[in-house]
């Protein structure tokens, strides 16, 4: 296998200890592995490790029922034709498409995904986001985004979660998007032609890592970088749970799953020398559906159509589409509204992950129609991960009025100071048999030890100005930045977390996270947001009576 690394030269170092993004060089990409070093010290507490085997058994359980021994033969046979597996030029971008057609053939089965090879190409993002170019990116061939510009309406059910397809029954091609500050090759560079990407982050299932070196170094970068990229994956994306990933280092790979409670690398193996490990992770990638890749069937992503003003001398008026986010509670459905109120807490991946919006209800007049809805009045959503034992706010308000009810006081009157709820309640999946509903859980860890990223390799210090500012995106938070954002100004704790020990500390307390939304029933402004200090002073006064 060819893992061809576009690593940069010893003149082109621009940040410490040689731990830069596929780069050349820009202060862009410098100031993303600042930032990993951060992501990676934000990990490093959660950071746990599991067999190969544990990993499929924990993560990835339909793919061990869904392929048989049989299959995984068959595929074996087909790529020892023709030394595959063997070959150092065979990628794993050129295997997985081997593997899929095999499967086609065999089973008329289509792959959700495409593996492709595209170290050189930045997926738009939807938040702001550095430059970021993984050697490999899963990615849907049927996004997930609900489009009016290119979808037919009349064909699904609000509630269906299944991909759609438009009426000529072909997968939709995601829009092509010229990038601010594309990526350029050196032939296309002096030509003067900017690449294009088609690529939206939205529709990245996983991300993987590759190096044609084994040594320290590459191991660190890889794993650096892959949780970089599972962060901004997760931070980009409300329509996420988690995220795969791998790295591959020569001939050993690794297996990476990011939850909200934890993350988890399974133990190395040699693809060639375990073949089937590897195979059964190109099936997984290749042919799960989108909820068991990570994607959340309870929200997707929207175009939404937002009229723009009439001009007055012509007469007519022009539309312009924003994305947006719909969410299902229940059997209710909201959608966003503008950018969020809050999702900063967001960017962590272990965290409780949470973003408040804008929203109003939508009433479809036509259930197999979902382009077509009227909204209600707007409310506030909240969509976060809480510990498993944790008592929903709804239920805390209650013990409050009960125990005010029971001294005597007037709960009537203490009701007024609080938010009211529509909605609080755990997220809903289908079970494994699609007959039932399941609370959304984090992963059990039970099986999982701790673990430690590979100590840096010593090397001089390189001083580098970290970049100050993201570029400007599609949804912003209206919310004041967060001061336990990563700032990549700094990487010294970083380095100290992501050398530590796994042998000197233990995990915290196993726990698992439930997956909570709550509607409120007024939309509410963040007080570092208001303007005069009367409107301050009298919500203080609320808020300690």
């Given at each position: 296998?060819d893992g061809?690394?576009t690593s940069?030269?010893?003149?082109?170092i621009?940040?410490v200890?040689?731990?830069?993004?596929?780069c050349n060089?820009?202060r862009e990409?410098?100031d993303?592995a600042?930032?990993c070093?951060r992501?990676?010290?934000?990990?490093?507490?959660s950071?746990?490790?599991?067999?190969?085997?544990a990993?499929?058994?924990?993560?990835?359980?339909?793919?061990?029922?869904?392929?048989?021994?049989?299959?995984?033969?068959g595929?074996?046979?087909?790529?020892?034709?023709?030394?595959?597996l063997?070959m150092?030029?065979?990628h794993?971008?050129t295997?997985s498409?081997a593997v899929a057609q095999?499967?086609?053939?065999t089973?008329?089965l289509s792959?959700?995904?495409?593996?492709?090879y595209?170290?050189?190409e930045?997926?738009?993002?939807?938040?702001?986001?550095?430059?970021?170019?993984?050697n490999?990116r899963?990615?849907?061939?049927e996004s997930?985004?609900?489009?009016?510009?290119?979808?037919?309406?009349?064909?699904v059910q609000?509630?269906?979660?299944?991909?759609?397809?438009?009426?000529?029954?072909?997968?939709?091609?995601?829009?092509?998007?010229?990038l601010?500050?594309?990526?350029?090759d050196d032939?296309?560079?002096?030509?003067?032609?900017?690449?294009?990407?088609t690529m939206?982050?939205?529709?990245?299932a996983a991300?993987?890592?590759?190096?044609?070196g084994e040594?320290?170094?590459?191991?660190?970068?890889?794993?650096?970088?892959i949780?970089?990229?599972?962060t901004?994956l997760?931070y980009?994306d409300p329509?996420?749970r988690?995220?795969?990933g791998?790295?591959?280092?020569r001939?050993?790979?690794r297996?990476?799953?990011?939850e909200r409670?934890?993350?988890?690398?399974?133990k190395?193996?040699s693809?060639?020398?375990?073949?089937?490990s590897?195979l059964r992770f190109?099936?997984?990638?290749l042919f799960?559906?989108?909820?068991?890749?990570g994607f959340?069937?309870?929200?997707?992503r929207y175009?939404?159509?937002v009229p723009?003003e009439?001009?007055?001398?012509?007469g007519?008026?022009?539309?312009?589409?924003?994305?947006?986010?719909?969410?299902?509670?229940?059997?209710?459905?909201?959608?966003?509204?503008?950018?969020p109120?809050s999702?900063?807490?967001?960017?962590?991946?272990?965290?409780?992950a949470?973003?408040?919006w804008?929203?109003?209800?939508?009433?479809?007049p036509?259930?197999?129609?979902e382009?077509?809805?009227?909204?209600?009045?707007?409310?506030?959503?909240k969509?976060?991960?809480?510990?498993e034992?944790?008592v929903?706010d709804?239920g805390?308000?209650?013990?409050i009025?009960a125990?005010l009810?029971d001294?005597?006081?007037?709960?009537?009157d203490?009701?007024?100071?609080?938010?009211?709820?529509?909605?609080?309640?755990?997220?809903l999946?289908?079970?494994?048999?699609?007959?039932?509903?399941?609370?959304?859980?984090?992963?059990?860890?039970?099986?999982?030890?701790?673990?430690?990223?590979?100590?840096?390799?010593?090397t001089?210090?390189?001083e580098?100005a970290?970049?100050?500012s993201?570029?400007?995106?599609?949804?912003t938070?209206?919310?004041?930045?967060d001061a336990?954002?990563?700032?990549?100004s700094?990487?010294?704790?970083a380095?100290?977390?992501?050398d530590?020990s796994?042998?000197?500390?233990?995990?915290?307390?196993r726990?698992?996270?439930?997956?909570?939304?709550?509607i409120?029933?007024?939309?509410?402004?963040?007080?570092?947001?208001?303007?005069?200090?009367?409107?301050?002073?009298?919500?203080?006064?609320?808020?300690?009576?």
């Open positions: 296998m061809r690394s940069p030269t010893a003149s082109d621009t940040s200890n040689s731990e830069s993004p596929h060089g820009c990409d410098s993303a600042w930032r070093l992501v990676a010290e934000g990990m490093a507490k950071l746990t490790t599991c067999s190969v085997d990993w499929f058994r924990q993560y990835a359980p339909r793919s061990l029922t869904r392929w048989s021994d049989s299959d995984i033969d595929i074996l046979r087909t790529l020892e034709e023709t030394d595959m063997k150092e030029g065979s794993i971008s295997i498409k095999h499967i086609k053939t089973k008329g792959p959700t995904t495409r593996i492709e595209t170290p050189h930045c997926s738009v993002p939807d938040v702001p986001s550095y430059a970021w170019f993984p490999v899963s990615t849907l061939i997930q985004t609900i489009d009016q510009r290119q979808r037919q309406a009349g064909s609000p509630a269906a979660y299944e991909s759609m397809a438009p009426e000529s029954g072909q997968p939709q091609v995601p829009q092509a998007v010229a601010e500050k594309a990526r350029r032939d296309k560079y002096k030509r003067g032609e900017e690449q294009k990407t939206n982050l939205s529709d990245v991300v993987g890592e590759v190096k044609r040594g320290q170094s590459d191991r660190r970068d890889n794993e650096l970088k949780c970089g990229g599972a901004e997760l980009n329509c996420r988690f995220v795969n791998f790295t591959i280092e001939r050993r790979m297996l990476w799953r990011f409670t934890h993350v988890c690398v399974s190395e193996f693809f060639h020398r375990a073949p089937r590897f190109l099936l997984y990638l799960s559906s989108p909820r068991d890749l959340d069937p309870n929200v997707r175009f939404e159509r723009e009439t001009d007055p001398s012509s007519a008026g022009s539309d312009r589409h924003e994305i947006a986010y719909r969410y299902q509670v229940g059997n209710r459905y909201f959608l966003t509204q503008g950018p109120i999702d900063q807490a967001a960017y962590w991946v272990v965290s409780q949470t973003r408040v804008r929203v109003r209800e939508m009433h479809f036509d259930p197999s129609n382009y077509e809805y009227t909204l209600g009045e707007p409310m506030a959503l969509d976060a991960y809480l510990l034992d944790t929903l709804s805390i308000k209650e013990q009025m125990s009810r001294a005597g006081a007037d709960d009537k203490a009701a007024r100071y609080f938010m009211e709820y529509e909605i609080d309640e755990v997220a999946l289908p079970n494994e048999n699609e007959t039932g509903l399941e609370d959304d859980l984090t992963s059990d860890m039970q099986t999982n030890k701790p673990a430690s990223y590979t100590p840096k390799v010593e001089p210090d390189i580098v970290p970049a100050s993201l570029r400007d995106s599609q949804r938070s209206t919310s004041h930045k336990s954002h990563p700032d990549p700094d990487s010294t704790e380095t100290q977390w992501t530590r796994a042998t000197q500390e233990t995990l915290p307390r726990y698992r996270r439930k997956h909570v939304r709550t409120f029933k007024h939309v509410c402004q963040s007080m570092y947001e208001l303007s005069d200090w009367d409107t301050f002073v009298q919500c203080m006064r609320h808020l300690i009576k």
